[in-house]
Each structure stands twice: as C-alpha cells, then as structure tokens.
C-alpha cells in the first residue's frame, strides 16, 4: 500500500527565516511520481512541483527548493526567506505510474504560519 | 489555464435532504476526481471517473454516488445529507494521456449538514 507521511502537523516561523517541510513516502513501485501542492486561505489546491522516481535531481525554483532522497524516501521541500504570502498548507502527494492508476495519495499536510 | 470551477463555495443544507455538488473543467481532461478534506484527515478520494459514465470508488465512497454525462462535468450526489458529511469537498481533474501531469483543483465546497 502507498502512504505519504507529513509529521509536521502546523510549523510557525517569522518572516525571512528559512523553513523546511518534510514528506517522506512509502510504496512498494518502483517507478512513481511525487508532487507538492499547496492550499492558501482561498481554499484552491495549487500544484508546485513534480519529480519521478527516476530523477534525484533536486530542484530550486526562486525561493523554493526540493530535495528527493529515494534512499530515505523523502521529498522535502524548503521554502528560503520565507514571506507572509507562504502562509498556506502545504501537501505531499504520491502517483503510481502505469498500471492504469490515476489516484494520487496525500499526505495530511502541513500548516505554515508565516508571521511578519 | 486549466480552470475547474465548482458551483458553490458555501452550501447549508438539512439533514436527510439530498445534496448535488457540481464541477466543470473547460481543458477536455479525461479524468475527475472528488476529494473530502477534513482537519487532520487530509484529503481523502471520494470517487473518480476516467472517462463518460465510467466511475470507480475511491476510499471512502459509502453514502456518495457520483454522475458523469459529459466529458467535463462531475457531479457528487449526497443521497440522504448526514451531520457527518459536513466538510469540504474539492474537485480536481487531469489529462489521462499523460499520466506526470498534475491534478488540477477547484475553490473547493465548505458544505454544512444541519
């Protein structure tokens, strides 16, 4: 069966500080995708990022980074100089590839609290 | 851009009444999905569909049914509304074709069950 883990339930920081949101995922495939989406107070899920199993490159994108460790099953992301605007939650999501599956697993996510 | 755009962003309604909660995409998406989310729970699938009148059953199905006669609208059916089933239900949708291509979701319904 495939889980995806968030153990930071809601993370508090105060602006400019760097924060990192963990996800770490378990599945039995060998190929899978992973994403990050995130939720602000509007309600709207937005996608951030893709990575599939066969890329570790980790990945910045302006202020966010992602690093994929296969090898601890974890995709975390960080979010640098953290602004007020990142207040939101932030989910985790894992995708089987092929086999006609087109469900995604969420984790529970993580609420970020981004204080001026 | 994709949009997937729910009906209602507030619903109140009674208990034992029956509920539509309807969604549209306008990219031709092949695949809908309904989810729930609730505190602590994170999203859970409801029911998706693949394709016209296709439907499979998500995680927690029980007490939902869903309806799917064109291509880009979804429709959730709370068949007798219970107090249990107050949350926020989120629609999403994505290209089958391609299968590394994120879902994309709507503004979400926050549905109360008096």
């Known amino acids: 069966a495939q889980k995806v883990t968030q153990a930071q339930t809601e993370i508090s920081v105060v602006e400019k500080e760097d924060v990192t949101l963990d996800c770490v995922y378990e599945t039995r495939d060998t190929t899978y995708y992973l994403f990050w989406y995130k939720q602000p107070p509007s309600g709207e899920l937005v996608f951030l990022i893709r990575r599939n199993s066969f890329d570790e490159q980790n990945e910045i994108s302006g202020r966010y980074s992602w690093n994929f460790q296969k090898s601890t099953s974890s995709f975390n992301f960080t979010i640098t100089a953290s602004q007020v605007v990142d207040s939101a939650v932030y989910f985790c999501a894992l995708k089987k590839i092929g086999g006609g599956s087109e469900k995604l697993v969420f984790g529970k996510g993580t609420k970020l609290t981004v204080n001026p | 851009d994709v949009k997937v755009t729910q009906s209602s962003r507030y619903l109140v309604k009674r208990t034992g009444e029956k509920v539509f909660l309807e969604c549209v995409q306008d990219?031709?998406?092949?695949?809908m999905f309904w989810y729930r989310q609730d505190p602590g729970l994170g999203l859970r699938l409801i029911y998706f569909s693949y394709d016209v009148k296709m439907k499979e059953k998500g995680d927690i199905p029980e007490g939902y049914s869903v309806s799917r006669e064109k291509k880009e609208r979804f429709s959730l059916i709370l068949e007798s509304a219970s107090t249990n089933q107050t949350s926020m239900y989120l629609c999403?949708?994505?290209?089958?074709?391609?299968?590394?291509?994120?879902?994309?979701f709507g503004d979400g319904t926050r549905l109360s069950i008096l």
């Open positions: 999403a949708s994505s290209r089958q074709i391609k299968p590394n291509q994120p879902q994309h």
């Open positions: 990219m031709d998406h092949e695949n």
